[in-house]
């Protein structure tokens, strides 16, 4: 009965996979992956909760996705590049980092600049969540003292 459900939700899976194309790991892993995560959520549904299966499985392939990709990121100290700040003032703002800020407070500002949550950075870097906290909170807050919110 498992591989018959599985059958039935192969679409679904491909489709949610597809928006993860860009991530760097081939399609056919993240399909597999998220076969897994089928696999591993079909028997732990519940009916009488109120969600649909196909929600519960949409969110749990959706998460399993997320977590390999971050799992095979390559941390990469390039300077971020969303900040949604004309370059000049982007430009302006690395470059102040950078120099006020030790190295190990640079690196947690582009990790989290990047995207990692304050414990994968804390994990990468060897350090506690509050430590990764406090330190991202003095380098915003010169930023915002700096140039402006």
Same mark, same amino acid.
């Given at each position: 009965?498992?591989?018959q459900?599985?059958?039935? *939700?192969? &679409?679904?899976?491909?489709?949610?996979a597809?928006?993860?194309?860009s991530?760097?790991?081939?399609? &056919?892993?993240? #399909?597999?992956? $998220? #076969?897994? @995560?089928?696999?591993?959520a079909?028997?732990t !549904?519940e &009916?009488?909760? $109120? @969600?649909?299966? =196909?929600?519960y499985?949409?969110t749990? %392939?959706?998460?399993?996705l /997320?977590?390999?990709?971050?799992?095979?990121k390559? %941390?990469?100290?390039?300077e971020?590049? @969303? /900040?949604?700040?004309p370059? #000049?003032?982007?430009n &302006? /703002?690395?470059?102040?980092?950078?120099?006020? !800020?030790?190295?190990?407070? *640079?690196?947690?500002?582009?990790? +989290?600049?990047a $995207?990692? +949550?304050? @414990? =994968?950075?804390a994990q990468k870097? $060897?350090?506690?969540?509050?430590?990764?906290?406090?330190?991202?909170f003095k380098?915003?807050k010169?930023i915002?003292? +700096? #140039?402006g =919110?």
């Amino acid at each position: 009965m498992q591989n018959q459900n599985i059958e039935q *939700y192969k &679409e679904m899976v491909k489709i949610i996979a597809a928006k993860y194309k860009s991530s760097g790991i081939e399609q &056919e892993d993240l #399909y597999q992956e $998220g #076969y897994l @995560a089928v696999l591993k959520a079909l028997p732990t !549904f519940e &009916e009488g909760k $109120g @969600a649909k299966i =196909e929600t519960y499985l949409s969110t749990c %392939i959706n998460n399993r996705l /997320i977590d390999v990709i971050r799992k095979n990121k390559t %941390i990469e100290l390039v300077e971020p590049a @969303a /900040i949604n700040q004309p370059d #000049y003032l982007l430009n &302006e /703002i690395v470059s102040m980092v950078k120099k006020e !800020f030790s190295n190990n407070e *640079y690196k947690m500002w582009v990790l +989290s600049n990047a $995207g990692f +949550s304050y @414990a =994968e950075i804390a994990q990468k870097l $060897g350090v506690d969540s509050k430590t990764v906290d406090n330190k991202l909170f003095k380098i915003k807050k010169k930023i915002r003292s +700096s #140039y402006g =919110e």
